[in-house]
Every structure is written in C-alpha cells, then in structure tokens.
C-alpha cells in the first residue's frame, strides 16, 4: 500500500465540524471593505436574490482612510459596526452616515482585532493589505471565527503562528486568493488522496518578456496596469515584480504544508487556469474560470455550499489558447527570493515582506526604479539579523527593525 506523506495541515481537520454546523445564516465582518477585495465582496453581497442575501448579513465593516466610500457602504448595509484607522476620521464619518443610523464606530488596529472577535460574527473576511492586516487576522483566528483570508501577508508573517492559534481556537481559514481557492476546491471537497505537487499559476504580470534594460525603464503607472486582473495598488506592483507569486508560494505551503520543492509556479498568460494539483500516478486536476475575484469570494462566504458570484461561467469554446511557461527568474528575481526566504525559514519571510512593503512604497512615489525593488530586498534579506520565532511581538518587531533598515538605506540613497 502507498504510505502518504502529506499530513492535512491542523486547522483542516476543524472543516468537516465546520460544515456541518452550516453557519447560516453567516454574519460578516468585512476587513477593508473600501478596498478592491472588499468592494468585489460587497458586490458578490448585492448581486444576490433577496432569501440568499439574507443569509448573509453584514455585521461590520472596516476601511482604512477612504471614509466617503465606507459611508455610502454603510447606510446601504447598515452594520452594527465600523472601524477606521485612526481615531480622528469617526466625527466625520458620523457626519457621512444617514440620520437616525447609529453604529458603533472603532478606530486602530485594537479596533479591527475587536471587529475580527464580535461574538456575534460568524465569518470574518480579512481583506486589509499588507501586514497591517496580521492583528486582525489574528484575533479572528484566536476568536474561533470562519476567517476568509484574502491578506496573504498574515500567512506570510505568521503561518506558523496562525495553525497553532487555529488548532485550539476550531478557526478554520478559507483561503481567498484566487490560486489558494482553487487549491483548496481540487484539494478539499475530495477524499484527499496525497498530492505530489502544487503548481500555482502566474500571469506573468504586465512585463512578461521583458528584458533587464526594459524593465529598468518601467514607470509606475505601466506597472499598476495588469493585463487580466483589477487589484489594489500593492499587489499590483507586486504582480508585475512576480512577488505575488513569491508571496503565494509561502501563502500555500502555509495552508497546504506541502514541503517547498512540492510547490512549482507556471506562468499561464490567460489567468483562465487558477492552479493544478498532481498526483503520483501522473494524473492532474486544474481549476478554470473567469479572472474574476467574486468567484473565490463567493466560494469562501458559501462554503460548504455553493452560492452566484455574479461571474458568468468560462466558455472554453470561446477561450484563446492555454500557454504554460516557466517564470523568468532571472529578470524577475523577488519569486526566487520568496522561494529562497520559504525554505530557510526562519524571520526571512518576514523580512521579505516589510522589505518589499518599503520597497513596493517608494517605487511608487518614483523614489527608487522598479529594479530597485528586488536590490533592496535582497539587501534586506542579506544584512538585517532574522532570528527564528512564532511569537506575535517577535513577529511584529522584525517587522519594524526592517522597516526601519529600509528606509535608513532608502534615505542614504
Ligand atoms: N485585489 C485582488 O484581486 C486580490 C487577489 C488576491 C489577494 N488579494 C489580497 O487581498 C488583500 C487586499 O488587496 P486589495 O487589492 O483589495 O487592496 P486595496 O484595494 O489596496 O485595499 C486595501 C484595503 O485595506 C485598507 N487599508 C490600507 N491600509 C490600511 C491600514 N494601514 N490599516 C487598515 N486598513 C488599511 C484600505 O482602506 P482605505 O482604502 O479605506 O484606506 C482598503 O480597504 C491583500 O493582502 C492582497 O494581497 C487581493
């Protein structure tokens, strides 16, 4: 008999309770609901027929600045709860919201990790970016919530920590993003046979085949323009630079714990091919749709049911050719680097992150060129000390001694 040697990763073990205690109707807590994940969730929200909306009814909403549109959001919802970031933008959010409509209004990172824990709420859908988006993460795992995670960056930062708090918490993750999603329905709805690998798929972003001395010249208007996919400014440059990528390798041998030479990327222009799994007898599933985000969105707010996204389903019929090639690791050098940083372990990957946080920041204010990205993460990776820990202040303090490497190198440039 063949001995598997794929272990399913702690938290799943807590999906078949899951599904079975139903969870309908599922209140929602919606991270960065101002943002691309956010709006697209919203709209999954609106675009259903009246006796399924109801299933769903939004507890709470969180945005960052953006107070106009978390308003217009609100009076539509009309949530219990909001959260900003800062305690100075809640008087003039009051000001925004319809008369006689009264929520409970918090401010900061302990205001979303007390939205992410409201004992009413039965799904939290965290949607922040960046590793702004950990704290929350955290307190919804630690409050046993159905977390539908579309930060990648929580993952990337405290993977390790998230399993832990999820395996005495019963919080479960669904994991979003559009890759992890598909993973997750070729990996979990079946009797798990072992995969012998995970192959994620990459658009190659808007740059694919370009040459070095091309890509010294991209600008960050060119790079914010994603050829089949409408996202939020971070990870598109992060798309464009292939640390998306970087980012989900990590993401998935988090979720899956598959060991980092079981993870592979192709780049799949059409993006219609969201990921594939491989078994031993050579056999392979893929998951295909449209490049939509309400598609994965939909399928973590219903799971174990199914539910319209609002996303029209693919005909293959009308489908261009399907390419599949590997990544130019050479002219874009971050995927190698979150490659690297996931198989020594480690602080790297968080070092990684803040580093291209700071990095992805000053590219976009023209500051550095889009080469300059990988130089100062690899420099980053290279020089700041990454001592090995699962703690959140440890976590969080390498963050910010990174941060702050960066930036002091940024300033002597
Ligand atoms: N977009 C996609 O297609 C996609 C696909 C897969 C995964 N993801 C992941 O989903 C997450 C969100 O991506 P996105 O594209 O939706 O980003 P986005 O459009 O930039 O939106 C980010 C959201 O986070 C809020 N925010 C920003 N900085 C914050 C801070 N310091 N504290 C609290 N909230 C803050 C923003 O609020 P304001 O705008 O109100 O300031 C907004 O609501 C990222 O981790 C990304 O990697 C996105």
């Known amino acids: ?75 539509l919802h009309r949530p219990e709860f909001l959260a900003v970031q800062e305690e100075s933008l809640i008087a003039p959010l009051r000001g925004l919201l319809a008369e006689g409509y009264r929520p409970e209004i918090f401010a900061g ?116 323009k994603h050829p089949n996919w409408n996202m939020g400014a971070k990870i598109s440059i992060d798309s464009a630079t292939l640390m998306n990528k970087g980012l989900e390798v990590i993401e998935a041998q988090q979720l899956y714990g598959l060991p980092p030479d079981q993870i592979e990327v192709t780049v799949h222009r059409q993006s219609l091919v969201h990921s594939l799994i491989c078994f031993s007898d050579g056999s392979q599933l893929a998951q295909l749709g449209t490049p939509d985000m309400r598609m994965p969105i939909a399928h973590a707010m219903a799971w174990p049911r199914r539910m319209p996204s609002g996303v029209p389903a693919l005909s293959l019929n009308d489908a261009q050719d399907l390419s599949f090639e590997l990544p130019d690791l050479e002219n874009f050098p971050c995927l190698g680097y979150a490659c690297e940083a996931m198989r020594l372990g480690g602080g790297l990957p968080i070092i990684l992150n803040a580093a291209n946080e700071i990095a992805v920041e000053a590219f976009l204010q023209k500051r550095i060129g889009f080469m300059g990205i990988p130089e100062l993460i690899l420099a980053a990776m290279n020089e700041v000390a990454s001592p090995p820990s699962c703690m959140e202040e440890d976590i969080l303090e390498l963050d910010k001694k990174t941060r702050s490497w960066c930036l002091d190198r940024l300033a002597k440039m």
């Open 109 to 224: 990172q302990s205001g979303y990790a007390a939205l992410a824990g409201l004992e009413q709420a039965e799904m939290v859908l965290s949607a922040q970016v960046g590793a702004a988006g950990l704290r929350a993460t955290l307190a919804a795992a630690r409050a046993g919530k159905i977390v539908a995670l579309a930060n990648k960056e929580s993952l990337v930062l405290a993977g390790g920590l998230i399993r832990s708090i999820c395996a005495e918490s019963g919080a479960v993750i669904l994991p979003v993003d559009s890759e992890h999603n598909a993973l997750f329905q070729l990996l979990m709805e079946r009797m798990w046979p072992e995969p012998v690998k995970l192959l994620i798929t990459a658009s190659g972003g808007p740059f694919r085949g370009f040459s070095r001395k091309d890509l010294l010249k991209v600008t960050p208007e060119a790079a914010l």
């Open 1 to 75: 008999m063949l001995k598997s040697s794929w272990k399913a990763p702690v938290y799943i073990s807590s999906l078949p309770a899951v599904a079975l205690r139903g969870f309908f109707p599922r209140r929602l807590v919606i991270l960065g609901s101002t943002g691309s994940i956010g709006c697209s969730a919203l709209a999954v929200l609106e675009g259903l027929e009246p006796e399924l909306a109801c299933q769903f009814p939004v507890l709470a909403l969180a945005a960052g600045r953006n107070i106009e549109l978390l308003a217009r959001q609100a009076n």
